[in-house]
Structure formats: structure tokens, C-alpha cells
């Protein structure tokens, strides 16, 4: 059954500098995000994207996130100076219709800011 | 309550006992979707069930929606050690591309 994975599993970095993580969707799907999950809290929306732009991104998709789908597999998400407070599980999720189907979440990269 | 809360936020049971879980929502949705997620791990999706829907199966899961109580429940029967998870709900905001994900139900299962 195809799914959506996602590298690295496990990223340590410190305070400031730049990541990226990455997401290989479900080949046919068209729609893209990013949600993540601080520990212990709930799953929250980051990023919608949609025909190689975003099509809707939440308070904290800031300037410091961008999203992009640089060949035809991969969408990333990088952060380019990164904070304490961005420590979190980062999912990536992907549909082959957004008002139809389900969202397939990736298994998700625990990021460590210290 | 805030969009797509479940309820218990934890539920303990002996293997073999059915498990019920609830999600309330607060405005109108197209479908409504059930996730688990393993301690520390990514989330797998259950059922999607649509807003003209009333109840779904899948496997020992039956979903049930009320669209009048904006209310979804998840019935896990006859229950595993390895069903211990955490269960979300999550709903589309309407008119927007995210999902809105509850707090989750802990479900342990005891063997």
C-alpha cells in the first residue's frame, strides 16, 4: 500500500540554524501539507499546498517556514533560523483530494532545537 | 468545547472489553476522520466518514456521526493490548484546506 514517508527521522540542531525536512507523498496525491505536534499537545496545522503553491497556512507558518517541491516526488519544509519553541514532531500528510479523501500522514521527524 | 475534543481523555480496559470513544465538533463539516497514533509515533488513519453518513465500519471499528449533535463516536470491539494509542478525531474548518485534531483519547489496554 503506498504511503507517505518522511527523513530524517530524528533531527538535533541547534538554536539558529536552518533544517529541512523532507516528504516523499503518495505518488497520484496533489495535495500536500504539514502539520506538527509539540509534546503532549495537540496536532496542529502548519501548511496547505496545492499546485506547486500554498493554498492556505496557519498563525504559525511564519516568515522563518517556507515549503517548497523541488522536482516532482519531494515537498520539504524548512525553517530557517530555528527557535526552542519549534522542538516539536513535524508530519507530513498528503490527499488526492482535499474535500473527498483522507489526509495519509508521513511516520513524522522529531525535531530537537537546543 | 473547541473543534473536533474527544472524550474520555483516557480509558483503561482489560483485553477483549469494547471501547468507546467521543469527539464533538462545532461547525458544519464534509466528512470527519479517526486517526491512532502510537506513543511517539506517526498518525494512521482509520475511517473517514462522510457528513451523509451515519455509520461506518471497518473491521471491530464502527464510527457513528450525528451531524445534528455535531457529534462523531468510535466503538473499538473486542479490544487488543496492541490497540493501546491514542485516538484523535479531526475535522475540516469549513471553506479552509486544514484539518482541526482533538486532543486525543489515551486508550490503554490491559492484557
Known amino acids: 500500500e503506498p504511503e507517505v514517508t518522511q527523513t530524517p527521522s530524528h533531527q538535533v540542531t541547534q538554536m539558529g540554524q536552518e533544517v529541512i525536512l523532507r516528504c516523499v507523498p503518495i505518488s497520484n496525491h496533489l495535495y500536500f501539507y504539514w502539520y506538527r505536534q509539540i509534546l503532549g499537545q495537540k496536532v496542529e496545522f502548519l501548511v496547505s499546498?496545492?499546485?506547486?503553491?500554498?493554498?492556505?497556512k496557519s498563525e504559525i507558518f511564519d516568515d522563518q517556514f517556507s515549503v517548497e517541491r523541488p522536482d516532482g516526488s519531494n515537498f520539504t519544509l524548512k525553517i530557517r533560523s530555528t527557535k526552542l519553541e519549534d522542538s516539536a514532531m513535524y508530519f507530513c500528510?498528503?490527499?488526492?483530494?482535499?474535500?473527498?479523501?483522507?489526509?495519509?500522514f508521513g511516520p513524522g521527524t522529531r525535531l530537537l532545537v537546543l | 468545547s473547541q473543534q473536533g475534543e474527544e472524550d474520555p481523555q483516557a480509558l483503561s480496559i482489560q483485553e477483549g472489553e469494547n471501547a468507546t470513544m467521543n469527539c464533538s465538533y462545532k461547525t458544519s463539516i464534509n466528512n470527519l476522520q479517526w486517526y491512532r497514533q502510537n506513543s511517539g509515533r506517526g498518525l494512521v488513519h482509520l475511517i473517514l466518514i462522510r457528513s451523509n453518513e451515519r455509520e461506518k465500519h471497518s473491521g471491530r471499528l464502527r464510527v457513528t456521526l450525528d451531524t445534528s449533535k455535531k457529534s462523531s463516536s468510535l466503538l473499538i470491539t473486542a479490544s487488543r493490548a496492541a490497540d493501546t494509542a491514542s485516538y484523535f478525531c479531526?475535522?475540516?474548518?469549513?471553506?479552509?484546506?486544514?484539518?482541526?485534531f482533538g486532543t486525543g483519547t489515551r486508550l490503554k489496554v490491559l492484557a
Open positions: 500528510a498528503s490527499s488526492a483530494d482535499f474535500f473527498q479523501e483522507t489526509q495519509y
Open positions: 499546498f496545492y499546485n506547486n503553491e500554498i493554498s492556505e
Open positions: 479531526a475535522t475540516p474548518t469549513s471553506g479552509t484546506y486544514k484539518y482541526i
